[in-house]
C-alpha cells in the first residue's frame, strides 16, 4: 500500500467519500486506502480493501487523527480535512511515493480565499509558521516515532513538524505544486493553542542552534512589543 489518507468528518460522511474517492481518481498509479473517523450514530458503512471506517471517540481531531494512524498500512500518510479539496498538483505523488526517496513531502496549499500558502523551509521560520497539514505527506514509520501531541488541541501537528524538521535523519523534500485547496474556517486558522505557546521556548531551545534561539528570542520579545503598541502608532 503507497498511501492512507486519514479523514476525519463529523456529519459530512458523504463528502469524506467523495474525497477519498477524488483522491484515488488523481493517483491512478497509486495504491490508495482512505481511513474516514467518524462519530456517527448510525451503523457505519461496511469496511473494504481501500475504504475504512473507525468510529471517532470523540476526544478531538488530533485523536482521531492518530486513531487513523493506527489503523493505516500504506507507507506514506496524508490527513484531509471534510472541507479541504484535494487538487490536481496532488498528481505528482505518483512519481514520488513509489521511489521513497523522502520521508516527507512539502507542499503548497491554496486557501479558500484564493491566496497561496508557501511552507517555510528554514526552522527558524518553521516556529512561527507552521506547515499547512494538508499540504505534508509523511512517511508513516516517521510519524509514528513522533505522533501528535496529545497536549495540545489546535497545534500538535505544529509541534510535530518542528521535531521533524530538526531531525537530520528525517528526509523533506519540498515541492511547489500545490496539491490540495484549505479550507480556512477551521479551529486551527481562527483561534491559537496556549499550550503551544507554554512548550514554544522550550521546543525552540531544543531545535534550534544557540545563535539561532538567540535571534528567535529577539524576535519573539520584538512581536509582544508591536502588538502592546498603542492603536495608530504604525509608522
Same mark, same amino acid.
Given at each position: 500500500m503507497h498511501l492512507s489518507i486519514v479523514i476525519p468528518t463529523l456529519h459530512r460522511l458523504e463528502t469524506a467519500q467523495l474525497l477519498a474517492s477524488r483522491v484515488r481518481g488523481l493517483l491512478p498509479a497509486l495504491d490508495v486506502e482512505a481511513i474516514i473517523v467518524t462519530p456517527a450514530a448510525h451503523a457505519l458503512p461496511e469496511t473494504d480493501a481501500h475504504l475504512h471506517y473507525l468510529r471517532d471517540r470523540g476526544r478531538g481531531v488530533y485523536a482521531a487523527y492518530n486513531q487513523g494512524l493506527r489503523a493505516a498500512s500504506g507507507e506514506y500518510v496524508w490527513f484531509l480535512g471534510d472541507d479541504d479539496y484535494p487538487l490536481e498538483g496532488a498528481a505528482e505523488l505518483c512519481a514520488l511515493l %513509489?521511489?521513497?526517496?523522502?520521508?516527507?513531502?512539502?507542499? %503548497?496549499?491554496?486557501?479558500?480565499?484564493?491566496?497561496?500558502?508557501?511552507? %517555510?523551509?528554514?526552522?527558524?521560520?518553521? @516556529?512561527?509558521?507552521?506547515?499547512? @497539514? @494538508?499540504?505534508?505527506?509523511?512517511? +508513516?514509520?516517521?510519524?509514528? &516515532?513522533?505522533?501528535?501531541?496529545?497536549?495540545?488541541?489546535?497545534?500538535?501537528?505544529?509541534?510535530?513538524?518542528?521535531?521533524?524538521?530538526?531531525? &537530520?535523519?528525517?528526509?523533506?523534500?519540498?515541492?511547489?505544486? %500545490?496539491?490540495c485547496l484549505f479550507g480556512v474556517h477551521g479551529v486551527s486558522a481562527r483561534e491559537k493553542d496556549a499550550g503551544f505557546g507554554s512548550v514554544q521556548?522550550?521546543?525552540?531551545? +531544543?531545535?534550534?542552534?544557540?545563535?539561532?534561539?538567540?535571534?528567535?528570542?529577539?524576535?519573539?520579545?520584538?512581536?509582544?512589543?508591536?502588538?502592546?503598541r498603542p492603536a495608530g502608532l504604525n509608522s
Open positions: %513509489p521511489a521513497g526517496a523522502a520521508d516527507v513531502v512539502v507542499a %503548497p496549499v491554496v486557501f479558500s480565499s484564493g491566496r497561496l500558502y508557501r511552507p %517555510p523551509r528554514g526552522l527558524l521560520a518553521l @516556529q512561527f509558521f507552521n506547515w499547512c @497539514q @494538508q499540504g505534508v505527506i509523511y512517511r +508513516r514509520s516517521v510519524l509514528n &516515532r513522533y505522533k501528535f501531541y496529545r497536549r495540545l488541541n489546535i497545534e500538535a501537528d505544529h509541534y510535530v513538524n518542528i521535531r521533524i524538521r530538526a531531525d &537530520r535523519s528525517v528526509k523533506t523534500l519540498f515541492i511547489d505544486t %500545490p496539491v521556548f522550550p521546543l525552540a531551545r +531544543r531545535t534550534l542552534g544557540r545563535g539561532t534561539f538567540v535571534l528567535f528570542q529577539a524576535l519573539i520579545c520584538l512581536g509582544r512589543r508591536i502588538k502592546g
